[in-house]
């Protein structure tokens, strides 16, 4: 025991002779498992958000002229633009269908500070099966307004609060406010973990009410051109999409095939979401070759910066030579060094990656639509911890050898 407690002192005290050596490698080490970790913590997180909101809304109708990804992306993601309307007589209809177990409609043209407006019905909400943490949710009124826990932070408002809301999202050419209508906060709901935290959600009635006159003559002082381009023009009897959960996952094919014309169309979200899923998987395999390249370029750096300090040190390890220490021990003094640099890296990547996932949760929630768990260890994650200490084994074994096959009794001699 106290052999390996005076290798242990000789290689702590040569590392910490050598500190801005020392904490240059370990911070090589860490920074390219901090970039590791984030990323895949996102790219994990982006596709188990998409997996369960396609469970939950499995079939989106949208307008014909629209592709599937832009309407699930519009409709469940709330991050692409609309692209057409489709009549409200297909939400009846699917509605009523028995195969179908709700449909909620959603009509969104407008929006607050570039966060969305949603114009649904109540029964949507209550399908994020959340509890408003302060008012009541009531869509009943056209200025009635029910904000999601993100939504309430981008803004900041608060019960009570009024505002208005702007045509279009902020920076289009065609964004005006509207100020047909006065917005009135009646409720603001508990976090939901997904994008529907981002959603200010009123009355479809009310976003028919507000583009019922006023935006018409607008659009025809600027010419036929200028209307043409605004697709976000909802008149009374349109929707943007309806999002649909059936009975059983077998009728959703079956409605996907009905309710595909040339007005309108059925798509699988499910289908969607493993198409973007099949993205992410490949540019996981991209992320994660860039990284055990990155880890193999520290990891001779590191093996460089040892052979550089065992030249310095040189006349020091024949010193101890000649004091009777034998080759062997001495190699693992090296060998311990080099163990030492490569955990101390492993572990403050991961420390440091973690606690860095916790501290910008809100703002990858805010950007993103999604919630991290900022303490789970992916399996990409585990595999740049599996490739570095690998490599720290191998470079402990190269710098032992090296230091083996060193021929200290020349050193002595001179």
Known sequence: MRKKLFLLTIAWRYMSRRRAATIITVAAIAVSLLFLSVVSAINFSLKKNAAERSVRYPLVIGPAESSGIQIVMNSIFHIDKPSGLIPFAVFEKVLKDHRTLNAYPLAIADSVEGTPIIGTNEEYIQSFHVQPVEGVVDLSHTEDAVLGSEAAIRTGFHIGDKFKGSHGMEGDEDAHEHAEVTYVVRAILAPVGGPEDGGIYI????????????????????????????????????????????????????????????????????????????????????????????????????????????????????????????????????????????????????????ITLWFFNPYIHNLLGISINPFMITGMEQNGILITLIAGQLLAWASMLWVYRMNLVEEIAN
Do not use: C
């Open 203 to 354: 009355s479809y009635k009310t976003v028919w009410a507000i583009h019922k006159d006023g935006d018409h003559d607008e659009h025809e002082e600027h010419g036929p051109e200028k209307h043409k381009h605004d697709h976000l023009e909802i008149t009374e009897g349109k929707l943007t999409s309806v999002l649909v959960k059936t009975r059983n996952p077998a009728f959703s094919g079956q409605i996907e095939r009905e309710y595909s014309d040339n007005s309108v169309q059925a798509v699988d979200s499910g289908r969607v979401v493993r198409k973007m899923a099949s993205y992410l998987n490949k540019a996981e395999i991209l992320i994660e070759l860039f990284n055990t390249v990155s880890l193999i370029v520290v990891t001779m750096m590191i093996f460089v910066t040892i052979i550089m300090s065992l030249n310095e040190r040189r006349h020091e390890l024949a010193l101890m030579r000649s004091l009777g220490i034998g080759r062997i021990k001495i190699s693992l003094i090296i060998m311990i060094e080099a163990l030492i640099l490569t955990l101390a890296g492993a572990f403050a990547g991961v420390i440091i990656s973690h």
